[in-house]
């Protein structure tokens, strides 16, 4: 496909949408037409589905869950990712399908495998050219978190070894791919991981 797939992902609190921004600002004003999208919510349905994930009260089933991230990820990808990505545009996305292998996988009711396969089957296998992991110790993505919210969603509101397992999985995730994954500290300086990405996303584009 002619254009570039850039997926943001990390725990809660890590900085992604900051860096979401400043990426597309520095893409946009050398050019490129950038699709800023997320999930889950980066549709109309989506944002049903987004509404039912994070914020309906009560237990969801873990088999539930996953497919609803994989439904909202297959219409998402269909209707909007790979239109933009046939028009050469660049996609620019806080999180994808190594957020459901790293979440869902971290109730550990479910396998990394079985997540990974069931959001590739939803997605016709299409992986993101690079993947910038913004890696940060859970007790500071925590403290982050508690000083810009009075409210959390469901999974903000998870215990703290959840979270651990979640970082982990992501380093683990990143370690086996290391093509596709740019993993940075995200507790450095955002103007220093602005500038690391930057320089990974024009090798890319050449
Ligand atoms: P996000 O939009 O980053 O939340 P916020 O707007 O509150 O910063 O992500 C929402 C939550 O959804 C986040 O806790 C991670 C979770 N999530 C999954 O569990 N599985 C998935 O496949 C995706 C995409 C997100």
């Known amino acids: 496909m002619a254009g570039l797939f850039i997926t943001l992902e990390g725990g809660d609190g890590v900085g992604k949408s900051t860096q979401a921004a400043l990426l597309e600002a520095s893409l946009t004003e050398a050019g490129h037409t950038v699709v800023r999208t997320r999930e889950p919510g980066g549709t109309d349905l989506g944002s ?9 009260r009560g237990h969801i089933a873990p088999r539930a869950e996953a497919l609803l991230y994989a439904a909202d990820r297959a219409h998402h990808v269909e209707t909007v990712v790979r239109p933009a990505l046939e028009r050469g545009e660049v996609v620019l996305q806080d999180r994808y399908l190594d957020s459901s292998v790293a979440y869902q996988g ?15 089957w939803a997605v016709e296998g299409l992986l993101p050219d690079l993947t910038v992991l913004l890696d940060l110790d859970e007790t500071a993505s925590r403290s982050r978190l508690d000083s810009s919210r009075t409210e959390y969603d469901r999974l903000e509101a998870e215990a703290a070894d959840f979270h651990a397992r979640v970082r982990h999985a992501f380093l683990d995730l990143a370690a086996a791919e290391p093509d596709r ?8 300086d955002r103007a220093d991981i602005a500038r690391a990405i930057g320089d990974r996303v024009r090798e890319l584009l050449g």
């Open 106 to 120: 971290a109730g550990r009711v479910l396998g990394a495998d079985e997540v990974r396969d069931l959001s590739l």
């Open 48 to 56: 049903e589905i987004r509404s039912m994930v994070l914020h309906r």
């Open 181 to 188: 994954f740019l993993v940075l500290d995200a507790s450095r």
